[in-house]
Every structure is written in structure tokens, then in C-alpha cells.
């Protein structure tokens, strides 16, 4: 089982930037993937970013430019940097880790709210 724990998510201006953690624990021997997805009210979850064992990169067309994922150096810690955030940005964002070849977990997820 894993345990990913979600932190970094806020309330911020339309414009502005917030930075969101996950890091990974539990029975793992290998993270394969680590990304990122949100769910706006009354939408399905979204894919927004993943990022491989390899480091393949993968965004959602609607953040491109906008948002960075990057992993930590101990590899069980994912980022996500984003910026010239927008209204349509805010949702609920969920950690996600692909592990030990065939396991798949989720977080709890972290508000992120853009609003003037």
C-alpha cells in the first residue's frame, strides 16, 4: 500500500503561482510514474501532468507553458509548479503514483483556488 500526502494547495489571484507537493510512502520498491490530475465541481478528474521513472514528460494541452512537473531527488516526491494561473485552473488536484510495476495510488487532494 502507499500513502501519498499532498501539500502547497491555496487560494491565489488570478496571475499568480503556487507550488504543490506530493511525496510517496509505504510498501515501494519502485515508483514508475508520479503525476498530477484535478477535478473541477461538476467535471471529471483530469489529467494535468505525469511524469515517468524515465522522466517523460506529459501535460494537459490547457497548462502547457504554464505549469512544471519535476521530481525530487529521492524520486518518491513529485512537484508541481504553477504559474499565470487562471479561474479555470481551480480544482481539487490529486497526486497520483503508479508503483512496483502494476500498483496505483491516489492522495487525498488539495484545494487550489484562483479568484480576485
Known amino acids: 500500500q502507499v500513502q501519498l500526502v499532498e501539500s502547497g494547495g491555496g487560494l491565489v489571484q488570478p496571475g499568480g503561482s503556487l507550488r504543490l507537493s506530493c511525496e510517496a510512502s509505504?510498501?515501494?520498491?519502485?515508483?514508475?510514474?508520479m503525476g498530477w490530475y484535478r477535478q473541477a465541481p461538476g467535471k471529471q478528474r483530469e489529467l494535468v501532468a505525469t511524469?515517468?521513472?524515465?522522466?517523460?514528460?506529459n501535460y494537459a494541452d490547457s497548462v502547457k507553458g504554464r505549469f512544471t512537473i519535476s521530481r525530487g531527488t529521492a524520486k518518491n516526491t513529485v512537484y508541481l509548479q504553477m504559474n499565470s494561473l487562471k479561474p479555470e485552473d481551480t480544482a481539487v488536484y490529486y497526486c497520483?503514483?503508479?508503483?512496483?510495476?502494476?500498483?496505483?495510488?491516489w492522495g487525498q487532494g488539495t484545494q487550489v483556488t484562483v479568484s480576485s
Open positions: 511524469i515517468s521513472s524515465s522522466s517523460r514528460i
Open positions: 497520483y503514483a503508479l508503483y512496483n510495476n502494476f500498483k496505483s495510488g
Open positions: 509505504g510498501s515501494i520498491f519502485s515508483i514508475n510514474a
